[in-house]
Each structure stands twice: as structure tokens, then as C-alpha cells.
């Protein structure tokens, strides 16, 4: 059963603010880091992402078609049910942070590492983690400003205008500057991964800050909080099972069945935290206590399932499928969400 350190990292952070919020001057002083961080962390996300070979892997189109349905189609329609549950289970801002996580792209490296540990398809889950991060840069917000705005979700032209210049256009920068610095991030991922980890875990600071200046532990009762877990339980169980037997029902041989769920069934929390900053501003504390939940239940879920796959077929190689793209990919798996 593993507990992601980092998640104990967020967890600590959480109770810092918790004990010593920023307030004042500093809470102004802490809000514009998180800014610029939120910039630097998609900056590097163009940096980083390779698009040429993103798009060779687009010959595998029907995996990632399947994948993409599954995260960015399927994943919201579910989150949309759970609407009919507020206010007996959820409160709406908890149902908001739920139905923000089912928007959230697919992680990279934890569906590459679930896959190569199940005997599955790794260079499919390279590509389709690479493509759901990608899409998911544009299609998260957007999705987020639809299916929330009339939601009471606060969203507006001006919210609109922050998503664009927070993180398109900083994406964009580094796409554009990667021909000169792309071989600059890719020799130092070890430092530039403690950059990405700090600057999330300052944007965790800052928004549980604001939280509990605002008094959000008040806001939400144990009952509450175990409610929100067994629903996002739920949900995983569903796309588990849907990831599983619709790859089958799409005639995808096991491997790619393999790297179908465990792309498709997982939420990406270092894409997610930072687009929540900058979608929920003061109330990005409760919107992302649902992602940070869901983050550790998949992975404790996804290794027991990745074990047990291995298990059945211990002879069993994994393949590259024709059209998937080669292991380099792995360089645009910027986040290991």
C-alpha cells in the first residue's frame, strides 16, 4: 500500500497554514509567488514537451481517443451526476471541487509506471499521458469555465483573461523557446523537479491560507469528509471497471487494455493544483481537498491492481504497439501528477 511521500509533503504543508496562515502583507507577498509560480510551472511544461514526437504517437489514434474519452468525456459526465448528491452528502463547494478533479488531465509517469509494473502497453501510456497533459492545458479550463461558471463557480471574462495569461501564454513561451533551452530542462529534470514540486507546494501554502483565514475547517464536518471519500471511491471503481472491460469491448489486446486503465482511470494532482489557483483563487482550499484525496486513493488502488495483472501473466512482455512512439517520450511526461 503506498503512501506518495510527497502527499506526506502537502499534508505538512496543509498544516502549516493551518497553524501559521499568511496574513496581511504577507498573504499579498505569498499570493503574487504563487502567481509567478503557477507561470514558471507551465513554462516548463512547454519547455519540456516535445510536440514532434507527442504526434508520432498519434498513429496508436484509437488508444488515445479511448483514453481521452475516457478522461476528459466520461470522468465529467460522472462528475456532473454527482451533482444530485448535494446537499445530502456533499456541500457545493466540496461538489465543486469533486466535479473540478473529474476535469483534471491524466497523470504521466504513475499510469507509465502502473503499466510497466502490469506487463502493459509503456510506450502507449507514455503517449497517452503525454497527449492527456497537453490537451488537457487548454481543455481543463475551458471545461472548468463551462461546466462551473453557471455553477456558482465565480467564473468570468476576467477569470477567462487569468487562464490565459497564468497559463497559456507562459505554455506557449516555452514551446516557442524550446528549440534554445529544451536540451537545458531535459539535462537537469532532477533540479527542475524540485522547482516544480516547491512552487505546488507554495501554491498549496497560499490557498489553504486563504482557507483558513476564511475559516474552511469549519466548513467541513467529518461526516463530510467521509462522505467525499467513499463517493471518489466510487467514481474510481467506475472507471476501473469501465477502462478495463470497454477495452476489451473495443477489441484492444491486453497490453493496450493495461495501458487504457491505467491512464484513463487516474488524475493528474501536480496539472490539477496549479489550475485550481488560478480557477478558484479564495476558494481553491476546498476545490482542491477532493484532488489530494483522490491523488493518494488511485495510487493505493492502482499498485494492488498493477500487482495482480503482473501476477497473471508473469511470462508475459510487453510490446510496443505499431505507431506507438518510442520511450524518449517520456521527456514530455512533465509531472508525475
Same mark, same amino acid.
Given at each position: ?24 502583507? /504577507?498573504? %499579498? ?14 513554462? #516548463?511544461? %512547454? ?37 444530485? #448528491? ?16 473529474? #476535469? ?60 490565459? #495569461? ?36 507554495? =501554491?498549496?501554502?497560499? /490557498?489553504?491560507? =486563504? ?15 467521509? %462522505? ?81 495483472? /503482473? ?7 510487453? /510490446? ?8 524518449? =517520450? ?8
Amino acid at each position: 500500500m503506498p503512501i506518495d511521500p510527497y502527499i506526506l509533503l502537502l499534508l505538512a504543508t496543509v498544516g502549516l497554514a493551518a497553524l501559521f496562515p499568511a496574513r496581511g502583507a /504577507a498573504a %499579498g507577498i505569498a499570493s503574487g509567488a504563487s502567481t509567478a509560480a503557477v507561470a514558471l510551472l507551465f513554462f #516548463l511544461y %512547454g519547455a519540456r514537451l516535445s510536440t514532434r514526437e507527442a504526434l508520432d504517437g498519434l498513429r496508436h489514434w484509437r488508444l488515445h481517443i479511448t483514453v481521452l474519452a475516457c478522461t476528459f468525456v466520461v470522468f465529467p459526465l460522472l462528475g456532473l451526476a454527482a451533482r444530485g #448528491l448535494v446537499p445530502v452528502i456533499l456541500t457545493h463547494p466540496l461538489y465543486q471541487g469533486l466535479l473540478f478533479l473529474t #476535469l483534471v488531465p491524466s497523470t504521466v509517469q504513475s499510469s507509465i509506471a502502473f503499466t510497466s509494473m502490469a506487463r502493459g502497453n509503456v510506450p502507449a501510456a507514455i503517449c497517452a499521458g503525454s497527449f492527456s497533459s497537453l490537451v488537457g492545458i487548454i481543455t481543463t479550463p475551458l471545461l472548468a469555465a463551462s461546466l462551473l461558471g453557471g455553477d456558482g463557480g465565480g467564473f468570468s471574462a476576467d477569470s477567462l483573461l487569468k487562464i490565459v #495569461l497564468h497559463l497559456l501564454v507562459p505554455f506557449v513561451a516555452g514551446q516557442l523557446l524550446r528549440r534554445w533551452i529544451g536540451g537545458f530542462v531535459t539535462r537537469r529534470k532532477r533540479v527542475l523537479a524540485l522547482v516544480d514540486r516547491g512552487s505546488i507546494l507554495l =501554491v498549496v501554502y497560499t /490557498a489553504f491560507s =486563504v482557507g483558513v483565514v476564511q475559516g474552511i475547517w469549519h466548513q467541513v464536518s467529518p461526516a463530510r469528509l467521509g %462522505g467525499l471519500v467513499v463517493v471518489e471511491a466510487a467514481i474510481l471503481a467506475v472507471m476501473l471497471l469501465l477502462t478495463w472491460y470497454g477495452g476489451r469491448a473495443l477489441r484492444f489486446g491486453r497490453a493496450d487494455r493495461i495501458a487504457i486503465q491505467f491512464a484513463g482511470s487516474k488524475k493528474s494532482l501536480a496539472a490539477g493544483l496549479p489550475m485550481a489557483s488560478v480557477l478558484f483563487g479564495a476558494q481553491a482550499a476546498l476545490a482542491v481537498l477532493p484532488l489530494m484525496l483522490f491523488h493518494q486513493m488511485q495510487l493505493i488502488v492502482c499498485a494492488v491492481i498493477a500487482k495482480r495483472r /503482473a501476477r497473471e501473466a508473469p511470462g508475459e512482455v510487453t /510490446a510496443p504497439q505499431p505507431g506507438a512512439a518510442s520511450q524518449s =517520450v517520456a521527456d514530455t511526461g512533465t509531472r508525475s501528477g
